[in-house]
């Protein structure tokens, strides 16, 4: 079973940029996270999606933040425009269901300079 | 604010030797506690987990100690290889797993 996919890896961005990271969950998964990790910190919610719906959104920092998920499979999540703070680790996680544990992707690294 | 405190951020162990982790909670509504495992650059996948109507679960070398009134949970790694260095995050939610509240994250090492 393939896992989590997340691209990029990494990504620096200059200050005012757009960027839009991607997930892959594992095929059937109807719900869908995303987490981020400020350095040092704390791993952070930021919203659930199941199926194409966002479920909660509450972790979302500001309208600087934009999720998608198309047709209920993969998901973006674009930053616009970046700034210093937005820096760290974003995750994607997926599952089966709210009583099943996560899978997470390997994250990707933003780096906004 | 944060509802689950975690400690020790980093924890240095002999091989052969006990690993412990603490984590706090506030939130009394949290009702699954799992514990996530994370090596460098990949993502963090769970490693064990436990509800609050048990008070121990064990799985391997790897053991889960809840206190219910004190609102603390341990995990507890026996017989530490240096293969389990890692960084560990306690997390908490409501209602199943779904959106988690974790802790800072301790990052083990453990000596050969």
């Known amino acids: 079973e393939a896992g989590v996919t997340q691209f990029p890896s990494h990504s620096v961005i200059e200050k005012g940029q757009t960027v839009t990271l991607r997930c892959d969950p594992i095929s059937g998964h109807d719900n869908l996270y995303w987490y981020r990790r400020v350095m040092g910190k704390e791993i952070k919610f930021l919203l659930h999606?199941?199926?194409?719906?966002?479920?909660?959104e509450s972790g979302m920092p500001n309208n600087r933040f934009l999720a998608e998920r198309t047709g209920g499979t993969y998901s973006t999540l674009k930053v616009q425009p970046a700034e210093l703070e937005d820096s760290g680790v974003y995750f994607c996680a997926s599952s089966q269901g709210q009583h099943y544990g996560y899978t997470f992707g390997s994250g990707t690294r933003l780096t906004v300079v | 604010q944060q509802q689950v405190k975690q400690s020790p951020q980093s924890l240095i162990v002999q091989k052969g030797g006990i690993s412990i982790i603490n984590c706090a909670y506030e939130?009394?509504?949290?009702?699954?506690f799992p514990w996530y495992q994370q090596f460098p650059g990949k993502g963090p996948a769970l490693l064990i987990a436990?509800?609050?109507?048990?008070s121990e679960k064990k799985e391997g070398r790897f053991t889960i100690s809840f206190n219910k009134s004190a609102k603390q949970f341990s995990l507890h790694i026996m017989d530490s290889q240096p293969g389990d260095s890692a960084t560990y995050f306690c997390a908490a939610s409501m209602g199943g797993a779904q959106k988690l509240v974790f802790g800072q994250g301790t990052r083990l090492t453990i000596n050969p």
């Open positions: 436990i509800r609050p109507d048990v």
């Open positions: 939130n009394t509504a949290f009702d699954y």
């Open positions: 999606f199941v199926k194409e719906s966002k479920q909660d």
